[in-house]
């Protein structure tokens, strides 16, 4: 599995933004699909994730409440929104993928087996 992430960029605070990630090379379909971020000098973090069929979600204490998580399944695409943007948004944000669903419990970055490249995300201040 392959992950492509997209969609970062220089937001003002108070703003949204939209991330895509698509999978390729094999089909995630059965799979949790996630996000985790990391800031400079920090570990990276959980952010939310969404089981394979888009019926639960689960999202992280900093984002809890102005984030949203969807998939596409005909496309193999996981997409992440945050509103609100504030400063400490500021990181470099990774998809990633599990063939396990207990996603509530899978906030660990060892828990995750496929990983994206990364995009970057600037809030201004």
């Known amino acids: 599995v392959q992950l492509q992430a997209s969609g970062g960029g220089l937001v003002q605070t108070g703003g949204s933004l939209r991330l895509s990630c698509a999978a390729s090379?094999?089909?995630?379909?059965?799979?949790?699909l996630g996000w985790f971020r990391q800031a400079p000098g920090k570990e990276r973090m959980f952010v939310a994730a969404?089981?394979?069929?888009?019926?639960?979600?689960y999202f992280g204490v900093s984002v809890e409440g102005r984030a949203s998580i969807s998939r596409d399944v005909t496309k193999d695409t996981v997409f992440l929104q945050i509103d609100s943007l504030k400063p400490e948004d500021t990181a470099t944000y990774y998809c990633?993928?599990?063939?396990?669903?207990?996603?509530?419990?899978?906030?660990?970055?060892?828990?995750?087996?496929?990983w994206g490249q990364g995009t970057l995300v600037t809030v201004s201040s």
């Open positions: 090379g094999r089909t995630v379909s059965s799979h949790a």
């Open positions: 990633a993928a599990s063939d396990k669903n207990t996603i509530a419990t899978m906030t660990r970055v060892n828990q995750w087996q496929y």
């Open positions: 969404i089981n394979w069929n888009g019926r639960s979600t």
